[in-house]
Structures are given as structure tokens and as C-alpha cells.
């Protein structure tokens, strides 16, 4: 378990929310991304590489404050069953 930093990072408005599309590319089971988003509605996460054992899902979990932390940090947390995934994290949130 690591924290991670993106590669990119990008926003669009979408009326009174914004979609950010962050991207990773060496993403493992159980790595963290503390992003400064402290109110996300809805996120998701996909595998944009070609896994070698066929296990292409990745999920995510989100924490907006890290317990004991630091207060709405946006923490994003990754699960997947294969180490070195590129990755798109999605989040929508309230602008």
C-alpha cells in the first residue's frame, strides 16, 4: 500500500457538478490517492491496461476525511487483484 500522485488530471463542468478524470499508471492493491475533493456523489474506477491474468476489475473506496486525519482530504482507496494497473478514476462531485 502506497500513496499515489496522478498523471494527468482533468475537470469538466457538468451544470452545478464537475466531472474529474484522473489518471494512473502504476496503480496496486490497496494504494491511496488523497485528492482535496471533499464532496464526491458518485466515482468509479477502470482498468485501462491489459491485465496478464485476465482479473481486470478495479474498484475503489472513497473517505472524504481520514480517520485521525486530515479533514476533507478526498481519500480514494484502490482494490485489485494485479500489481502496476493504469488507471481511470472518475469522480463527481459538487463544484
Do not use: C
Not at 492493491?29 to 476489475?57: K, M, V
Request: without cysteine.
Amino acid at each position: 500500500m502506497a500513496a499515489r500522485t496522478h498523471t494527468t488530471a482533468s475537470g469538466h463542468s457538468v451544470g452545478d457538478l464537475t466531472m474529474s478524470v484522473i489518471t494512473f499508471t502504476d496503480i496496486d492493491n490497496g494504494d491511496t490517492y488523497n485528492s482535496g475533493i471533499p464532496s464526491a456523489i458518485q466515482y468509479w474506477a477502470n482498468g485501462t491496461d491489459n491485465p496478464t491474468r485476465n482479473l481486470e476489475y478495479v474498484s475503489v473506496k472513497y473517505e472524504q476525511d481520514i480517520p485521525g486525519g486530515a479533514k476533507n482530504a478526498g481519500r480514494f482507496t484502490f482494490a485489485t487483484e494485479e500489481a502496476n494497473r493504469a488507471v481511470h478514476l472518475y469522480v463527481l462531485s459538487r463544484t
